[in-house]
């Protein structure tokens, strides 16, 4: 736990942020210079990881296979996949769920201080991560067109706030969630229930509209489906 949690610590605020234009969720990975592997932290390990999804597949399933092989599909055991506490990244935040972890960490011994400190490393590295992005968004702002440098000030305040606090915004939810499965995304689970209180929040006080809490929830899809790309492996290959 230690040595996982260290190395993430170390890597993942240094790695330099990537804002497209026109987006309205940040956080993106780069590509070496030849396009081919993707460059910074990979949670799901190297590209061995993706070749053993071929070797437990099913031998007398050749369609199974090449799925497995582009690293769509992972047949390894119903415990290989998990959806992580993604309500409490929105309610709690990093901030606070560190805390946590340490004072559990402070009445434990053995493996269990050692994750419980493992864990509030993390959640300080998503913070550390997350304050990056705010910052390459309050530089852009600063000569950008009024239209995005708004946007770009608004995402900048976001990215100052979440995942560190709890989010108050369906906007805020969204980033935060993102920032979190750029770290340990596995699955979605239901963000249908888990943002729904966000979006009703914002859309009765007028915050927020149906076609801009859309367009954020599509920003969330491209960005599931294109950005967190599996060791290099294009959706569109």
């Known amino acids: 736990f230690s040595a996982n949690a260290i190395g993430f610590a170390h890597v993942y605020p240094r790695l330099t942020p990537l804002v497209r234009e026109g987006e309205l969720i940040v956080g993106a990975r780069r590509r070496d210079p030849d396009g081919r592997h993707l460059v910074g932290w990979i949670p799901d390990g190297t590209i061995s990881y ?79 991560h997350a304050q990056t992005y705010a910052s390459v968004c309050c530089a852009l702002a600063q000569d950008a067109a009024p239209d995005r440098a708004a946007e770009l000030r608004e995402l900048a305040r976001i990215c100052a706030k ?18 979190g499965y750029m770290a340990a995304g596995d699955g979605v689970g239901r963000p249908d229930v888990y943002l729904r209180e966000f979006y009703e929040r914002d859309l009765a006080t007028g915050r927020i509209t149906p076609e801009r809490a859309q367009e954020l929830i599509e920003c969330l899809l491209i960005k599931i489906h294109a950005d967190l790309e599996i060791l290099g492996v294009l959706v569109d290959d």
């Open 50 to 128: 993706v070749e053993g999804f071929a070797r437990n597949a099913p031998p007398d399933r050749p369609d199974l296979q090449a799925i497995a092989q582009r690293g769509l599909l992972s047949p390894q055991g119903s415990f290989n996949h998990k959806v992580v506490d993604w309500p409490a990244l929105l309610h709690v935040g990093c901030r606070a769920l560190a805390a946590r972890a340490r004072d559990i960490a402070a009445q434990r011994t053995g493996a269990e201080r050692d994750f419980a400190l493992a864990f509030a490393l993390g959640h300080d590295t998503l913070i550390a």
């Open 162 to 179: 979440v995942p560190a606090e709890p989010a108050e915004t369906f906007h805020e939810a969204v980033q935060s969630l993102w920032f």
